[in-house]
């Protein structure tokens, strides 16, 4: 009597019912199916911020370095299109600049520079090249003269769930190398291609909003 009137979607152990796990199991994959994209872009921006911390960083250790033990330094942008290379084959970052200095060797062999690497999950655009006096001057070498500022742009790469996004910028402004962080006022897709690392002779420095 007493098995007649229990629920029938109460098991007689008093435990969960197939029907009701099943019921859950779905309920928490429609919820990750919805957070996912949201978690993924998050973590994606934490990477790109943190890599414009470290440039910015190894900025200005350069400036603070080569005016301290009197030495030059040339910035180069390494052109880098995709990680597929063998050398890149089994890294999930790669350097995206080539730092050369001059001046006394015991001193440069003795300097610790750090070369921020940057992720698959980001790009940048770079505008020219820099070099760094032992004067603590900064001399800009921008592939088009579209101002007179050092530019670097980062972006974000989101193929699978694509959006409109904002570039975040870096501007090092000579001959003292003051440096600014922003915004760039164009708009990007993040599920295109821009590859990994490329010189972009069209940046122009007043673009990049100060935060």
Known sequence: M???LRPKNISANGGFSLIEVISVLSIISILVSIT???LRRYFIQIERDSYLAKLNSFLEQIKRETRRYGISCD???IEIINFKSEVNSISNDIKP??????GSDEIINNLRFEVPKITKNIFQFVSGDLTFTPK???YVNNKRNFGNSYV???GLK???NGFNDSLRCLLVNPPIGVIDNGIYITKYKTQYDYGVSRYNSFLVDRFCSKK
């Not at 600049?97 to 001059?102: A, G, H, M, P």
């Open 75 to 77: 910035l180069k942008t």
């Open 97 to 102: 600049f080539q730092l050369d200095c001059y």
């Open 136 to 138: 603590g001057q900064v």
């Open 2 to 4: 007493l098995d007649k």
């Open 36 to 38: 996912y994209p949201s």
């Open 158 to 160: 989101e193929q699978s």
């Open 152 to 154: 670097v742009v980062v």
